[in-house]
């Protein structure tokens, strides 16, 4: 499985699209889709979105997306911080507003699948939180002690300047192992990425088995 970011040579393709601005998890979602199965199955990214908005706000995009691409699989991807309290009501809410009808919502471990149509297009959106509580970088740090056997503090994460506190203790440890993200996700076996990143693993697992 691979990520990419133009369409050239592509005809079957899962459409991303970001709910966190600039998609900083990009080279963490790459690494992680490289350790699933199927040659076959693509994930195109957008550079440049349609419309440039952040949260349950990204998929407002929707309906132009499928119009625009005739795309009938998209992954949502969002940190947890733009979550209230429940996720897949939210995300009904908001694909509701913008006149998608929902068929069926699927849970796919913390992650779930919504069947649900654009006009007339039918379109399978799967939904990954991250955090899941606050941002990917809780899941990083699971990662790293699972790997690595380091424990980071992540306490801070609901506060202001958390984000920043987490990712400056990820920064250091990588460095003093001399590795980077790519690398250390890479040299991790499935299983434990399945626990430091549950949700993502999920969706990547229901697409990998999609044939």
Do not use: W
């Not at 009938?72 to 009904?92: L, P, Q, R, T, Y």
């Not at 939904?127 to 690595?148: D, M, Q």
């Not at 920043?164 to 590795?179: C, D, F, T, V, Y």
Request: net charge positive; charged share 30%.
């Amino acid at each position: 499985m691979k990520v990419v970011d133009n369409l050239k040579g592509i005809e079957s393709y899962f459409l991303l699209v970001s709910g966190n601005g600039t998609f900083p998890e990009r080279v963490l979602f790459k690494s992680l889709c490289r350790k699933f199965d199927g040659e076959d199955k693509t994930v195109f990214y957008i550079d440049h979105p349609i419309k440039k908005q952040t949260g349950l706000n990204a998929l407002n995009a929707i309906p132009l997306y499928s119009k625009k691409y005739q795309i009938s699989s998209i992954i949502f991807i969002v940190d947890g911080e733009h979550i209230k309290e429940n996720a897949a009501m939210e995300i009904k809410k908001q694909l509701e507003s913008k006149g998608i009808g929902i068929n069926e919502i699927l849970p796919l471990q913390g992650a779930f699948l919504i069947k649900c149509k654009s006009g007339p297009y039918d379109i399978l959106l799967f939904c990954i939180i991250l955090g899941p509580e606050v941002f990917i970088e809780e899941e990083v740090a699971r990662l790293i002690e699972l790997k690595l056997g380091v424990k980071i503090d992540i306490s801070r994460k609901g506060e202001p300047t958390g984000r920043k506190a987490i990712k400056s203790q990820i920064r250091q440890i990588l460095r003093k192992k001399g590795i980077d993200i790519e690398e250390l996700v890479m040299n991790t076996g499935k299983s434990k990425l399945e626990k430091a990143f549950p949700n993502i693993c999920a969706v990547l697992k229901k697409i990998e088995g999609n044939t």
